[in-house]
């Protein structure tokens, strides 16, 4: 199974472009998460989705927005990139049935925003 | 404030040596409990998760992990390392039990380097 797929693998950016990055599961996992890491501060949330349709703000959400049309996508966009957005990106899904504490994570998108 | 502690940031053994990550965490009830690795260029694997019952739990890889409410700890340990352990570990805890409304706080994250 592929879990949880992410693109692109790494990005380089210019500063004040915009970018997408995707996130799409195969779980029908309830929640989807977008997590950044940097050196030093492990994870934080940027945003995150309960259920299709709905959205929250997370520990560091400005700069960033998200939307969930469906269940199986969480697209994650940087309306105009700052430098201080260099970070590796995971998104993350959880919500099983049986199991809704746990999440999953995916391989990560590096991005560097020169 | 409420925290997720790896007291360590990197941890070198040796291949066959026995291992302990430790991890603390200050909130106000039990959350529930993960720890996580990541090899390089990776994304995060869980390794285990406690959430309530044996304080003890067993996880992937040969790892351990036991909870101890008086300490606020959740030490994560192996008997006896392998360079495939090489990695980095993170703790994580989780608020809101049984509801996919709480989100993880991580740790910072200990990296372990292990010696042939």
């Known amino acids: 199974t592929a879990g949880i797929t992410q693109a692109p693998t790494s990005q380089i950016l210019a500063a004040g472009r915009s970018m997408t990055l995707r996130c799409t599961q195969d779980m029908r996992h309830n929640a989807m998460y977008w997590y950044r890491q940097d050196l030093g501060l492990g994870l934080r949330l940027i945003h995150y989705s309960n259920t299709a349709g709905t959205t929250g703000k997370g520990e560091v959400p400005d700069g960033y927005s998200v939307s969930r049309a469906n269940t199986d996508d969480f697209p994650l966009t940087l309306a105009s990139a700052v430098p201080s957005q260099t970070s590796v990106y995971f998104c993350?899904?959880?919500?099983?049935?049986?199991?809704?504490?746990?999440?999953?994570f995916g391989p990560g998108t590096r991005l560097t925003v020169l | 404030a409420q925290s997720v502690t790896q007291p360590d940031i990197h941890i070198t053994v040796s291949e066959g040596a026995s291992l302990e990550l430790r991890c603390n965490y200050s909130y106000g009830a039990t959350p529930y409990l993960f720890w996580y690795v990541q090899s390089p260029g990776q994304g995060l694997q869980l390794l285990l998760k406690y959430f309530s019952g044996d304080t003890l739990v067993q996880g992937i890889k040969g790892f351990e992990a036991e909870f101890k409410r008086s300490q606020s700890s959740f030490n994560l340990r192996k008997p006896s390392v392998h360079w495939s352990d090489a990695a980095e570990y993170f703790c994580?805890?989780?608020?809101?039990?049984?509801?996919?409304?709480?989100?993880?706080?991580f740790g910072r994250g200990t990296q372990l380097t292990v010696w042939p």
């Open positions: 994580a805890v989780k608020l809101v039990r049984g509801s996919t409304l709480g989100r993880l706080y």
């Open positions: 993350a899904s959880g919500g099983e049935r049986g199991d809704t504490d746990t999440q999953y």
